[in-house]
Every structure is written in C-alpha cells, then in structure tokens.
C-alpha cells in the first residue's frame, strides 16, 4: 500500500494533467456571419469561446456547455430568435455571453420566453456588454445561482402595452446573483424580483418602466445606488426582509419613489426620492430603519400607515405640499437619541446653537386631518380661522388628534453623498 503522502502527490499530479489538458483543448474559434451557430456550438469543447463576426445568427439557441460567445466590441454580431420561445437558453455553468444583441424572443408571459433565459443549471452565468432588445423578458434569472448580469442595455418591446410587456430583468430563486450596471428601459418592471435571497441590485438606471425595483418575498438582499427617473414607481419593496434600499434617487415618480409594503427589519437610508405624488409611503412595515433620506416636491412626503417599531430620523423633508400624512391616533416619535428630522416648513428658534430646534415639530394637527378628507379645504390654509386652531393646538397639545411628533428637529438639511449626486443630474 503506497504511503499517505505518495498518494496524496499522485493525485495532485492527476488533477494538474487533466487541468493543463483542458486548457490544451480549450479554443478560440471564429464564426462567420450567417452560420449555424446552434451547429458551430454543438462542435465546440467546453470552455472554447465562440468569436461572432458582425452580422445576423439565427437564434433560439441552447447552450448546454461551459462556452463564451462573444461578438466585436460594438456589438454588431446579432442573435435574431423566432419570435417564439428563449432566443438564448443557457443551460450549462460558467457560460459567459459578451458584447452581443440579443433579439426577438418569443412573447409568452406564462412560457416564461426571453431574450436570455438562465436555467437552474447556469451556475455562474455571466450576461455582459449586452444590448437585449425587443424581446418579451429581457434577461430571465429561473433558479440559478451566482449569475452576473452587468453593463447590459435592456430595451422591452414597446409595440406592446405595459402590462403585456415582460421586466427587464426577471429574478426568481436565484441566491447570490447580481444585476449591476444596466441600463433598463421601455418594461413592464425593470427588475423583478420573487421568492429569492441574497441578492444585489445596484447601479442600475431605469427609465420607462412602470416600478424600477419590484421586490415580492425577497430577503437578505440589497438595492443600492440605483436611478430611476420618471417611472410609475421608483422602488417597490413588497413582502421582504432583512433588505439595505440605500442611495438611490427617484425622480418625477408618478406615484411613489419608494414604496414599503409589509418590509420588515430593513435599512432605507441616504436615498432621494423627489417628485411624486408620494415621495414614500410606508405600509405594514415594522421595524424598519429610515434614515439620513431627502423626500422633496412630493404631494405628500411621507404616507405611513398600520406600522410599528420604525426608527426616523436624520432625513430632510423639503416642499412638500404635506409633509406626513399619518393614518392612526396614536402618538409617534420620529427622531432618535436627540437627532430627528429636517421639516423646511418648521418655524423655529436654535437659541443654543446645536442645530436642533427648540420646539417640537407635529405635522399632523386637526387642520391637516380635514385637508386630507376634504381637498378643497387648502383654500382657507392662510385664513384667519385656521391661524388660530393652529395656535390653539400649540398652545394646548392635549387637543392634537395624535400623530407623528419630532422632538428634535433639525435646522438644516443634512449633507449626504446621493444628494450631491442628484444635483448633478439636474
């Protein structure tokens, strides 16, 4: 019997035979324009790249090997499916897919048809420099693990009216995956994501969508540095937990920037959501840290609702039409350890200079009930009467309907970096 050792060597020797022997036989093979490629892939050996020429493949291809097709740098090499079914099915691991156009899949929502579709068995699939245009789904992530869907231009069909278009990117079950600095546009969602963990959605910009960032039954996962201008929704977080929803910016939202629904245990912080008929509206979501955030020129700031143990402070609420709209009767404490919030329509001294105000900031008095029941009454904010239920109130809390209190206020708008980055895209 050979000694521990002895064998333990040969077998690192049989391992580094193998691994030279497959980079032996791995091989760059040019495929002209026109080609089988479904053919020119059946022939290859795994790990071979497939160099396209410029010029139009047949599409609905499977790929069900370890291969890297890869087109010029401009993307001219196109791959053209049938209108029917997945224009690419990527089948096997460490497929990587790269400066490509990818057309014309199939548009079957319940056959799940894409333009990419990554199969459970696509470990570490790799879609990059991409233009996927004009199919039902643009990239679909079903069941795979660690795929990396990166610097992609993902354009939906726009003959087709939103709800019968697919997400740009579509994520179900797929732990560990990254969908990062895309360009997404023309969708139903841009990322829509169900039922999957550990996740990373960042740096992406969405336009022409209806929700930018769809989350459903989502945890332990993070959306982070995104832009989304002029979209139904700009982030949708839906039944998850454990999330990081951090420096993003939503601009001119038709109705919500941000959007927290039954979100549990998360961080929502150094966002700016500006323009919408609801800069957030916070919804059966418990236990949420909101921080260090800017919702401005919104109808209303900040819609909150059936929640519980949320901990706000440090953000900026800037113009505004109303500030909070709180749906309860209960009194709540919007600042934390002596820091609250920035309220631009806050009228108050700092006599000590510590930059906190000295007077308690309460949104939510008799007269904003009645506005928010009855629209109209915003004709009378600046009348007389209205003047003196307001000094009333103040002069006797005991009188306020309940609501949000701040109790230390902050006088100037907090500095942060996604502020910054917003204003350099105005």
């Known amino acids: 019997m050979r000694p521990p050792t002895v064998l333990r060597g040969f077998c690192l020797w049989l391992g580094a035979l193998a691994a030279s022997h497959g980079a032996v036989r791995a091989a760059t093979i040019d495929v002209p324009a026109g080609s089988d490629l479904q053919a020119a892939i059946a022939a290859a050996s795994p ?136 360009e997404i546009s023309e969708g139903r969602d841009g990322i829509y ?50 999330i990081k929803v951090t420096n993003n910016i939503a601009t001119q939202s038709k109705f919500q920037g941000l959007m927290l629904n039954a979100t549990d245990y998360s961080t929502i912080s150094g ?51 109303n500030q909070v709209k709180y749906v309860g009767t209960r009194y709540i404490e919007w600042s934390k350890d002596g820091r609250g919030n920035y309220w631009s329509d806050l009228s108050a001294f700092d006599l000590d200079g510590d930059g906190i105000a000295d007077t308690a900031y309460r949104p939510n008095g008799i007269i904003d009930q009645v506005v928010w029941r009855a629209p109209n009454a915003r004709l009378l904010l600046n009348s007389p009467a209205v003047t003196i239920v307001r000094w009333a109130q103040s002069q006797f809390p005991a009188i306020l309907p309940g609501g949000v209190i701040d109790s230390a206020p902050l006088m100037a708008i907090p500095d942060t970096p996604t502020r910054k980055k917003f204003e350099t895209l105005q």
């Open 47 to 182: 790990g071979d790249v497939l160099h396209l020429a410029a010029g139009d493949y047949p599409g609905n291809l499977i790929i069900d090997k370890p291969l890297t097709l890869q087109g010029p740098a401009d993307r001219s090499a196109q791959i053209l499916g049938e209108r029917t079914g997945r224009t690419v099915w990527i089948q096997a691991e460490d497929v990587v897919l790269r400066h490509l156009t990818v057309r014309h899949s199939g548009l079957s929502l319940p056959d799940m048809d894409a333009g990419v579709f990554l199969d459970k068995t696509a470990t570490r699939a790799h879609i990059v420099e991409n233009n996927i245009i004009d199919n039902s789904v643009g990239v679909y992530l079903w069941g795979v693990q660690d795929a990396l869907v990166e610097h992609n231009r993902i354009i939906g069909n726009t003959g087709l009216r939103v709800n019968e278009r697919g997400n740009g990117v579509t994520v179900w079950n797929a732990p560990g995956s990254k969908v990062v600095d895309n």
């Open 193 to 242: 994501s169900n039922n999957s963990s550990k996740n990373l959605f960042a740096r992406n910009v969405f336009r022409d969508v209806r929700y930018s960032v769809h989350y459903m039954y989502t945890n332990n996962s993070e959306v982070s540095d995104n832009i989304s201008l002029g979209n139904e929704i700009g982030f949708a977080i839906m039944f998850s937990r454990h």
């Open 271 to 321: 966002n700016v959501m500006v323009g919408a008929e609801k800069c957030v509206f916070i919804y059966n979501s418990n236990f949420n840290i909101l921080a260090d955030n800017l919702f401005q020129d919104c109808e209303i700031g900040v819609h909150y609702t059936g929640s519980e143990g949320n901990e706000i402070s440090g953000n900026a609420f800037v113009q505004n039409q």
